[in-house]
């Protein structure tokens, strides 16, 4: 018989936490959390709905914005002057989706765009005083939201995570484009 390498151990072990879930948990939940041969992607799945969607709630009922609507005001609030297209690349979201919410934007005076001087088919967006206090106002319970969800964890537990995702980022150019013919996004 093999013999079982710390590492899968660790893994096992991390999985029997099932047992320290309050027994009301949903049984398919910790089904998905627990036993899952998908288990990166499905936890990390699990804690980005738990971190937003209480913060989208939060920011509908405060400031009656969509969540492509504040995706689109976070990333000008971390760099203002960007386009459309840099928004899209950094968000995921589909062009589309992305494009009403710039549009809503506008409409709302919460961004302002500008024409690009050297290629007139390309506009720059830039957050309006109004979009960059909505910003303001919002950032700060985003990361109150993620420290409290990171306070179960040491500084350095907290650093080796940051230092892991890093490395499953870096390594996402080497994951396949397409599954089974079907161009991924």
Known sequence: MARV????????????????????L????AAKLWENPCWLSFRVNY???HF???IYQMIW???????????VLYALGLRDGITAEDIVASSS????????????????????????????????????????????KTVPELVERERMMAEALTMQERATLATLLTK??????????????????
Do not use: C
């Not at 949903?26 to 939940?29: G, H, S």
């Not at 980022?169 to 991924?184: F, H, R």
């Open 93 to 136: 979201r589909p062009k589309n989706t992305l494009s009403r919410a710039v549009n809503s934007l506008l409409r709302k005076k919460l961004i302002r765009r500008q024409q690009n001087a050297t290629d007139r088919r390309r506009y720059h967006l830039f957050l309006s005083d109004a979009g960059r206090a909505i910003v303001d």
């Open 168 to 185: 499953i980022i870096l390594n996402a150019g080497k994951w396949p484009a397409e599954i089974n013919g079907e161009t991924q996004a």
């Open 52 to 54: 937003n969607h209480p």
């Open 61 to 71: 009922r405060d400031h009656r914005l969509t969540q492509p609507e504040h995706v």
């Open 5 to 24: 390498s710390l590492a899968a151990r660790r893994i096992v072990a991390a999985s029997n936490a099932r047992d320290a879930f309050p027994s009301d």
């Open 47 to 49: 804690i980005a709905h």
């Open 26 to 29: 949903n049984d398919m939940v």
